[in-house]
């Protein structure tokens, strides 16, 4: 197990290696920079820009600057944004919270909500409930993220005046209920397409191990449907949702970012944004390498746990 | 405490009461008490959305328009320029000016006499030190400055008394007002000792003489300024402002109408919304002008713009009064001239330029433009043919550009569209004169100022080893002339009959096609008083000092 865990670890650290320079160069091959949004400010001079930029270090070649900020991140400061001068980690921290709670909120109910219609589908296999479930996964899974946060916004606060419509407290009060009230829309918006995903995968999870041999024998046992259920079919349908929860976490971070845009909700994903559209370069390699960090560790994590679940795994 | 008139939302004090813990009853109990004063003290916040996010707390380090937002709110210039162009005194305690003796009859000496009530947001006195420090600060080599125009000219500042200084001008430079009223003074107590100028603490915990203080700022989020109870001049009357950050331009809409936010600021409703906005209930609407012009710009070094009778017969073919009224919903207003309309020197007499296309194929057949094979004109070899370009995304303005090209094809001139991300398009490829033709908004004038030397000097031509905007490479010695002689003056009447000139003869030349004058579209709550719309400034939150709530 230890050598598994070490071989997988020294494979991330390869790959994040080479995400750093890939990204970096990607990123300074894209014209403009982060001083070209004062070419046109009144009385600024291409001469003094020139001027900045040097003081920056923004003209040495590309390997020195990349060297630079590379030692920095391996020991720990990862540089100052360009616009506010923050230290990137606080920033990233700072938004951290925000996306982790709509993200860590809406997969709770995504996985919950998910997993039930799932089971419930494949228990009663083409029933009318198997069908209303499946027709609806589909309509959620078409319906764009950002017209359905607009919908909700103009039902519920417009309309009904029921929910705020948008961030994620009201300034000067910031109790949990006031969380609460700000998170319901976008984590269930943020939620739709999950349930959609996680339950088609769940019902055919469970179908897969329903007819197994296994299953067959408990139930020849005489055991009571329940424990069928629970003990047996449960247990292993369960096993290769671990492996999509790993997977499904970078793409819940950048569906997270539509979801923050449509609720102003100060995540990662819209600090991404930002800070690339101001050419911000070590806020955008910061959440790039963070970004990374993350869905290596969420990949390393789900093999792991699929592994000291299932004993076929750990056998190998 | 927000003022919410006519939306179904749950009232503060239910959600207050709902609060556990002694934050929320402290703050439950101090917005009672607020309440209490509210006739004689400040009382009640406003939210402003904005689409942008100010960043940069600093006002002299290289910022945008969003961040000089809060900057009016947390500091003070030595005077402002308010709606009208006129300079009204902020930390002087009048206006120099010739006439009081402020400044000398040649403009070079300046006296400056500042007020002695001014305290720093951390209690320290306000004096003539900062004042020196921070024009010197525009002329420190090493800080990553954001505008040294004019301030390159002070030489010798001299510090008579706390509250009195003196310096002198190494030429006379008439937009200096001008643009002394756009520069923000900053302590010297707290920056003067700084190692390096560009790594301060300051740019996120900034210290000025403004009306409100400084809060918090949570990134991405929203920034939050609180009263300043000691402010020397009018308010605040609100004990808090607050900019929310509202990336989506829908979004912000949305929250407008919602009410999550109380003014709609940067960048405000779209001119297709502006219907439906007027007709939202306890809203009022606003039509705020600003200073940029929009133009079709004509890049003179490329042999097509050469000809006088080529740019004569292209603003012809230009629909005005169709891009204002049918692209624009008619918010923006026509305009002849690249200085606003409220600006006291705006030249009234200024031909309206027509639109007749039959006419502008005359003029080009006269001029020897024939039509060739393809049915576009060409003359000694040169096609009548090329490329405009702006920012890739903008779908208003591309519905313009199309417009422009189909009556230009009709009357056999070829104009291919070929638009460019901002980072390009801004970039060398307008500053170093490489495109053909541009359509563009800019603001030429320096606030209340009309000095245009920067965009329309000879030696403003980047592309020629200038240093300005002179992106048209235009150039004409006779406004040249003008506008040496116009840097130079400081009465108003003397100076007006100057830039009439420029004005004229720019219009003649016709180096860009001015299409219209800007206008945005902003909004506020009914209720909320002082908000003023000031195209002399960048930004509507100017002045939130003097903001309040009516009585309802």
């Known amino acids: 197990m230890l050598r598994f865990i070490l071989h997988r670890f020294g494979h991330s650290l390869l790959l994040l290696f080479l995400v750093s320079i890939l990204g970096f160069t990607i990123l300074h091959l894209a ?49 100052h944004s360009f616009r506010d001068g923050r230290a990137v980690l606080d920033i990233i921290m700072g938004h951290l919270f925000a996306t982790l709670l709509l993200v860590i909120s809406s997969t709770i109910l995504s996985v919950g909500l998910g997993t ?74 943020l939620a739709l397409v999950q349930v959609a995903i996680w339950s088609r995968y769940m019902r055919s999870s469970m179908l897969d191990v329903i007819d197994q041999d296994f299953v067959r024998t408990a139930r020849a046992k005489g055991l009571a449907r329940s424990r069928v259920l629970y003990a047996h079919i449960l247990r292993n349908a369960l096993i290769p949702m671990i492996t999509l929860l790993g997977i499904q976490l970078p793409t819940l971070l950048s569906g997270a970012l539509v979801t923050e845009t449509v609720f102003t909700w100060p995540g990662i994903g819209r600090l991404f944004l930002d800070s690339l559209g101001y050419n911000d370069y070590p806020v955008i390699m910061g959440v790039l390498m963070f970004t990374a960090i993350f869905v290596l560790l969420g990949n390393l994590i789900a093999d792991i746990l699929v592994a000291s679940v299932d004993p076929r795994v750990r056998l190998e | 405490m927000t003022h919410d008139n006519g939306t179904p939302r749950a009232g503060i004090s239910r959600r207050r009461l709902l609060q556990t813990g002694t934050a929320g009853m402290t703050l439950m109990m101090s917005s009672v008490a607020a309440s209490r004063l509210a006739a004689q003290e400040t009382s009640g916040q406003v939210i402003i959305g904005f689409s942008q996010e100010p960043t940069v707390m600093h006002p002299h380090m290289p910022h945008i328009e969003v961040d000089e937002g809060i900057h009016f709110n947390l500091f003070d210039p030595l005077f402002t320029v308010d709606p009208d162009g006129n300079f009204q005194p902020a930390l002087v305690s009048e206006v120099p000016t010739v006439e009081n003796g ?49 301030h390159e000219l002070v030489r010798n500042i001299q510090i008579v008394n706390d509250h009195e200084l003196t310096w002198e001008m190494e030429s006379p430079f008439a937009p200096y007002p001008a643009i002394l009223s756009w520069t923000f003074m900053v302590p010297e107590h707290i920056l003067g000792s700084a190692e390096d100028p560009n790594q301060t603490d300051f740019r996120n915990n900034p210290i000025g003489t403004g009306p409100f203080t400084f809060g918090e700022r949570v990134a991405g989020n929203y920034i939050l300024l609180n009263a300043n109870p000691d402010y020397f001049g009018e308010g605040p009357h609100l004990e808090k402002a607050i900019w929310r ?83 624009y919903y008619g918010v923006p207003t026509p305009t002849e001239s690249f200085l606003p309309k409220e600006s006291l020197y705006y030249n ?41 370009s702006t920012t ?24 291919e569209i070929s638009n460019l991300p901002p980072a390009v398009m801004w970039g060398e490829y307008w500053q170093m004169s490489e495109f053909d033709t541009v359509m563009v908004g800019i603001n030429f004038s320096t606030g209340p100022d009309p000095d245009v030397s920067n965009y329309l000097h000879s030696s403003g031509i980047s592309a020629q080893g200038g240093a300005g905007q002179n992106t048209w490479q235009y150039k004409n010695d006779r406004v040249d002339e003008l506008l040496e002689k116009g840097g130079s003056l400081f009465v108003p009447e003397k100076r007006k009959e100057v830039y009439d000139e420029v004005q004229m003869i720019v219009h003649e030349d016709r180096p860009f096609l001015p299409i219209f ?14 908000f003023k719309p000031n195209v002399n400034v960048r930004i509507e939150t100017w002045n939130v000092g003097q903001w309040s709530w009516a009585d309802s």
């Open chain 1, 31 to 79: 014209p403009g920079g982060p001083l070209s949004q004062f070419a046109l400010s009144p009385g600024m001079t291409q001469a003094e820009l020139h001027k900045i930029a040097e003081r920056m270090g923004l003209n040495r070649p590309l390997p020195v600057q990349w060297f630079d900020w590379f030692t920095g991140l391996v020991i720990g400061d990862w540089g």
């Open chain 2, 392 to 415: 890739a995304g903008n779908s208003v303005r591309e519905q313009a550009q199309q417009f422009y090209q189909q009556t230009l094809a009709s009357i056999g001139v070829e104009m």
């Open chain 2, 102 to 150: 402020g400044i000398s009859e040649d403009g070079l000496n300046w006296r400056v006499k500042l007020r002695d009530d001014v305290v720093w947001h951390d209690g320290e006195p306000f004096t003539a030190k900062d004042v020196k420090f921070t024009i010197e600060l525009q002329q420190n080599p090493e800080f990553n400055a954001m505008r040294r125009t004019g």
């Open chain 2, 348 to 388: 009234q007499d200024l031909p309206v330029a027509e639109f007749d296309p039959a006419k502008a194929a005359e003029v080009l057949d006269a001029a020897g433009w024939m039509p060739g094979a393809d049915g576009i004109r060409e003359k000694d070899g040169v096609r009548l043919s090329f490329k405009n």
């Open chain 1, 116 to 189: 039930l219609v799932g089971v419930l589908g494949a228990t009663r296999r083409y029933s009318a409930f198997d069908y209303l479930a499946t027709v609806g996964a589909m309509i959620a899974l078409s319906i764009p993220t950002f017209w359905f946060g607009l919908v909700a916004i103009y039902v519920f606060s417009l309309k009904l005046g029921w929910l705020p419509s948008g961030n994620m407290y009201s300034i000067g009060d910031e109790s949990v209920l006031d969380y609460a009230r700000h998170l319901i829309m976008p984590s269930c918006v």
């Open chain 2, 517 to 530: 004058q800007y206008a945005n579209l902003r909004g506020h709550k009914t209720g909320l008083e002082g």
């Open chain 2, 245 to 327: 950050y509202i990336p989506d331009m829908t979004v912000l809409y949305t929250q407008f109408r919602t009410g999550d936010i109380d003014v709609i600021g940067l960048q405000g409703i779209q001119p297709d919304r502006f219907e439906q906005a007027q007709q939202i209930e306890g809203r009022e609407i606003i039509v705020a002008p600003s200073a940029s012009v929009e133009s079709i710009s004509f890049n003179m070094g490329k042999p097509q713009f050469q000809d006088p009778e080529v740019r004569r017969a292209l603003s012809l073919a230009l629909d005005r009064k169709s891009i204002v009224e049918a692209i």
